[in-house]
């Protein structure tokens, strides 16, 4: 635990390579102008020695040595990062960046060197990167979500993966031009529109700054590496404990609410708090018991909820997350007040409003709690059934809590989809 540069956290030398994951129960990649801005300036404009971007909280267990891994043997160890992911991510983002402004310029030694030290930062094996760009020209490779390439050094939450593998690999590499060409939205694919905000203040400062451009991106890798760090905080989830104090999600959960009440930024731009339906997906991921269960669930039933809301328009409308927000937040009260009207055998009590996950995370906890006693009498215990290869558990059997969830994740897809249908006619 302490304060480690940025080039600290990314190579911590003596051989050692360091690797992250963000786990599936985290949101996806959000931040936008406001938090980009802000971090470009203390970045470019920082005013003490060092700066510091806050903390980084990961477990000392590694994904790949955690009981339901679906890693090779070969995959290196990444540790599990649980806060800090989005300023961890916008940095690695902003290198891609400065590596792509790079491209541009004149072949010297010098030039690739910074460029090939910008690579040994992203890529665990530089190499290894190189030999699969060149392999994907004849191999005509898509950038399909939730694609995972191990010589990366950070692994993404499943949807933001083949955004980011557009970003951080090189332009010229043909999945990424392809990617670029036919997939790529502006609303869905976040850490592309990222990184081609700080091109465009990198373009800036060329514009600006009368110093040869080599010379500022020098500078601005400097500033970024050795002149900001991170309060590195390891958390220990491998002492045994059974109470749920080990449990990754859960300490995802209190974090953010440790956060919210008592640790908010000073300034509002440095950040982007958790929304409700954040809170509403982890509490239905937080029933399963290993990662293939989490990742089933999430792509056949929450994946697409959110689908249904993200908007077509090429262009970085800045309302664009909080219009999908408040789309899904809608069907999800939606949803909430269909199901109790239609359910007159408990008694619903609204939550107070203002803490985190607001009044829709509180209702929504509030009736699945409900839910899950009536699902019992209907079911009378039936839905315990073997579980798929694809949500394979350390029993034979999906639980009660599972089968639940998998209902209420059903229910609520259906009712999303003819809401939305009705709606269109």
Known sequence: MGRKTLRQLMRPGSGVHKAYRIPIFQRRYCWKTPQWDT???DIWKRNAIKHSLGRLTCTNVTAKNASDSQQPPEA???????????????ITLILAAIRDALYSL???SKRDNLLNSIHAMLFLDPN???EWVAASSNDNVVLMEGLELEFCRLVPTFCDRSAYLAAILPPSAPPVEKFLAETYNPKWHRPVLAKQHFAGRIAGIFNMVQRPPLWILEQLVTSLLDGMDMLYFPIDVDRGYADGTEDTQVIYERLAIRDKQFCQPKRASEGHSMDGTDMIRNLLLGSFRTNAQKQ???????????RMFQTTALNNDETNREDDEESLRAILRAFLNNSITSRH???HQSATPGVIGGRI????????????????????GTALTTA??????SSSTVSLSEAHAMDVGTRLLEFATHRTKTLLR
């Open 345 to 347: 055998k408990h008694h």
């Open 388 to 393: 798929s290869p694809s949500q394979s558990t």
């Open 128 to 130: 290894a990167m190189n």
């Open 76 to 90: 290196p160890n990444r540790s599990i990062i649980i806060d800090g992911q989005q300023r961890f991510t916008t």
């Open 39 to 41: 971090l470009w300036q």
């Open 361 to 380: 995370y509180r209702d929504f906890e509030t009736w699945m709690a409900n839910d899950f006693e009536r699902w019992l009498t209907v079911t009378d």
């Open 106 to 108: 004149e072949e010297t």
């Open 296 to 306: 089933a669930f999430y792509e056949q039933l929450w994946l697409p909820l959110e």
